[in-house]
Nanobody, 120 residues
Framework: VELVESGGGLVQAGGSLRLSCGAS????????MGWFRQAPGTESEFVAH????????AYADSVKGRFTISRGNAKNTVYLEMNTLKPDDTAIYYC??????????????WGPGTQVTVSS
């Protein structure tokens, strides 16, 4: 599965961005999808996950209530709507495809990432 993110950029604190991720596979709808992020000097961090049919979502506590993950299986696309952005949200954001099993999401495929920078 090839994944390509778009929609990153520079935004002021309190602003919004919408990330998109396009997938190459016709079987896109069979995968659970997720977003991770990595800030400089830190390990990658889980951000959000959505099930293959869109019925289940999960978020990191740090973004709960501010970020919304969604998907459009007809367009092979997953989205991350980010509101009330904070400087701490600055990171490279990665789209992933994988599987949710036994209470956790595992990412199998990763996109190249898109930079999100939030200025104070």
């Amino acid at each position: 599965v090839e994944l390509v993110e778009s929609g990153g950029g520079l935004v002021q604190a309190g602003g919004s961005l919408r990330l998109s991720c396009g997938a190459s596979e016709r079987t896109f709808s069979e995968y659970d999808m997720g977003w991770f992020r990595q800030a400089p000097g830190t390990e990658s961090e889980f951000v959000a996950h959505i099930s293959w049919n869109g019925e289940r979502t999960a978020y990191a506590d740090s973004v709960k209530g501010r970020f919304t993950i969604s998907r459009g299986n007809a367009k092979n696309t997953v989205y991350l709507e980010m509101n009330t952005l904070k400087p701490d949200d600055t990171a490279i954001y990665y789209c992933t495809a994988g599987e949710y099993r036994s209470g956790s999401y595992s990412a199998w495929y990763w996109g190249p990432g898109t930079q999100v920078t939030v200025s104070s």
